[in-house]
């Protein structure tokens, strides 16, 4: 079964420091979403992507954070000069179409933990 | 804001038994819901989606019903079995392209 896939499993930096976060969603799908779960708290939407702009972004996704879809094959989550709050699992998703409007599943990848020291 | 509530937090059972967790979220314009399994260090598993018109979907072992006009969720697991053993996520589609989770339910399926 397809899957979505995310690298690295898991990242260590320093705090300031520019992270890249990737991710290569599942191949037919057109929606692109990135969330985070911070240890012990709730999943938490950050941003979704279609048609090479984004869709919907939360509070959380200021301009430390951008998304990019660099190639037809990757996604990828970039955190400009990282906090210690933005030590978190940061998960990637996608769905065929519009989870929403379709009811399309979202499908998500195994997460990127990312520890800021 | 939508907020969801998954009770109970945790719950273990012996091998076996039929068994209910629950979700509850405050604003009841949804588009659907849908729930997740997520095991550790894993990612989230999609096991049910359940339109806003629907009342109810099943899969195999798993029956998910949905009262939006009450704001609740349930998920029914029939005949629990140790590799049930996860966390279950519930996750409510409010916004377009956004999911609101849950903090989850966690599975103990005792041998």
């Known amino acids: 079964e397809p899957e979505v896939t995310q690298t690295p499993s898991h990242q260590v930096t320093q705090m300031g420091q520019e992270v890249i976060l990737r991710c290569v969603p599942i191949?037919?799908?057109?929606?692109f979403y990135w969330y985070r779960q911070i240890l012990g708290q709730k999943v938490e939407f950050l941003v979704s992507?279609?048609?090479?702009?984004?869709?919907?972004k939360s509070e959380i996704f200021d301009d430390q954070f951008s998304v990019e879809r660099p190639d037809g094959s990757n996604f990828t989550l970039k955190i400009r000069s990282t906090k210690l709050e933005d030590s978190a699992m940061y998960f990637c998703a996608s769905s065929e179409r519009s989870s929403l409007l379709f009811n399309s599943p979202l499908h998500f990848g195994n997460g990127t933990r990312l520890t800021v020291t | 804001k939508q907020e969801v509530t998954q009770i109970p937090a945790a719950l273990s059972v012996p091998e076996g038994e039929n068994l209910v967790l629950n979700c509850s979220f405050t604003?009841?314009?949804?588009?659907?819901l849908q729930w997740f399994r997520q095991d550790p260090g894993k990612g989230l598993t999609s096991l049910l989606l359940i339109q806003s018109s629907q009342r109810e979907q099943t899969s195999g072992r798993l029956n998910a019903s949905l009262d939006k006009s009450s704001g609740r969720s349930t998920l029914y697991i029939a005949a629990s079995q140790p590799g049930d053993s996860a966390t279950y996520l519930c996750a409510v589609g409010s916004k377009i392209n956004k999911f609101y989770f849950g903090s989850g339910t966690k599975l103990n399926v005792k041998p």
């Open positions: 604003d009841s314009a949804i588009y659907n």
């Open positions: 992507f279609y048609n090479n702009e984004i869709s919907e």
């Open positions: 191949s037919n799908h057109l929606y």
